[in-house]
């Protein structure tokens, strides 16, 4: 990548930055963030074109239905949890749901982790139950529940990119046979406008291979949805319950114009209670229109629950119920399932409930910095459930 073309801000990325962007935080010195954001657009990229291109080429397989994808990690990375043995753990445990995928369904795998930059995280209010800041991410403030640790900080941009650096540096060194790839969702706009570098007449995010846009920041003529469409990574786009077939439709002509395979994924977020009416009239109608995107299903978040004890959880049952409901659904049309996407950890958490986890159990390892992660049992259950369904 040409890192000598950004030390000013592209027209292009100008345009984005000017339109509506949900889910941005209220930096107390917008000059020294914007300081900061000049400094990222002369770092070295994250990632390299050559990475990023081949896992464009991997997803093409599995958007024409000749592989699978499972995409995995922590629902929100830390700067204290990035250690080299949490990144092992969830690299172990990555590969070892893709093995039971691969000998379940006799298709060959592509992984790519939640990884090196799954550091912002929206919020569905803007203040917690105590009435401080929400938490946003390690990108943008601290869990740590005082009002200074909540105030948005942009000197965390800087350490953000150190740690993703840090952990591509360390996911590389791990080797094997089987090749992970890192990606995030591209929520924090300055952080990853300020990455995007020049190869050729491409603009390419640096910050990962794999960049998304998630559920609560998908407005069609909003900012992300911009910058999803500009930058030449393969992207995805969540899409839950409440999504039409339109406005699918709507998004898949602005985010693959081109009908590229492997360009595009939609990753549905539905439910348990909706996925079997709400995703096949989606599916029906981008799949009439003739674009070639990669289906994958979330099962996790379109399943949350407060427990009684206050711990926000999921429940491996209806979790698995969401999986079968979307084979079902793409079996009946026809189309290629794709793959799934988890939020999962090899650490011995107790976040979601089943497979021996009690309400009653929830407090006792309880670490996620936001939303509950499948232990190793958990996600391997899962792995099951799926490689049955793609095999029936």
């Not at 292009?12 to 107390?28: G, H, K, S």
């Not at 949490?86 to 690299?91: E, I, T």
């Not at 659904?329 to 986890?357: F, K, M, Q, S, Y």
Request: aromatic share 4%.
């Amino acid at each position: 990548m040409d890192t000598r073309v950004v030390a000013e801000l592209p027209a292009a990325l100008a345009d984005v930055l000017a339109r509506p962007a949900a889910q941005q935080p209220a930096w107390p010195d917008p000059a020294r963030a914007e300081e900061i954001h000049r400094a990222l657009r002369r770092v070295p990229p994250l990632v390299t074109v050559a990475e990023t291109e081949r896992l464009r080429a991997r997803l093409a397989e599995v958007a024409r239905g000749e592989a699978l994808v499972l995409q995995g990690g922590d629902c929100a990375e830390t700067f204290h949890g990035n250690t080299e043995e949490h990144l092992r753990g969830n690299v172990e445990l990555l590969r070892a749901v893709a093995d039971v995928l691969e000998i379940g369904t006799g298709l060959p795998v592509v992984v790519l982790g939640r990884i090196a930059g799954q550091y912002a995280k929206p919020r569905s209010r803007p203040v917690d139950a105590t009435g401080l800041p929400a938490y946003r991410g390690d990108l943008v403030n601290s869990v740590v529940p005082t009002a200074a640790a909540r105030t948005p900080d942009p000197e965390r941009m800087l350490r953000a990119y150190a740690d993703a650096a840090g952990t591509l540096h360390r996911l590389r060194s791990f080797g094997g046979a089987r090749e992970v790839f890192a990606g995030h969702e591209a929520l924090l706009l300055g952080y990853e406008s300020a990455l995007v570098r020049r190869a050729g007449s491409r603009l390419y995010g640096s910050s990962g291979h794999f960049l998304w846009v998630g559920e609560r920041t998908r407005q069609l003529d909003g900012a992300h949805v911009a910058f999803a469409a500009l930058v030449a990574n393969p992207v995805g786009l969540k899409i839950g319950a409440t999504a039409t077939p339109d406005e699918v439709l709507a998004y898949v002509r602005r985010l693959d114009p081109d009908r590229t395979p492997g360009r595009l994924t939609l990753i549905s977020r539905m439910g348990a209670d909706r996925v079997r009416t709400a995703l096949p009239p989606i599916v029906a109608r981008v799949r009439a229109a003739g674009h070639p995107v990669l289906w994958q299903c979330d099962p996790l978040h379109g399943n949350t629950e407060t427990a009684p004890s206050g711990h926000k959880t999921r429940d491996v049952g209806r979790v698995a119920d969401e999986l079968r409901g979307y084979f079902d659904v793409h079996r009946a049309l026809g189309t290629h399932p794709g793959g799934i996407h988890l939020e999962l950890t090899g650490d011995d958490v107790t976040e979601c409930v089943g497979d021996g986890i009690t309400l009653g159990d929830l407090p006792a390892r309880y670490t996620t910095a936001c939303d509950p992660r499948l232990n190793v049992r958990q996600a391997l259950g899962i792995a099951e459930v799926a490689a049955e369904s793609i095999a029936r």
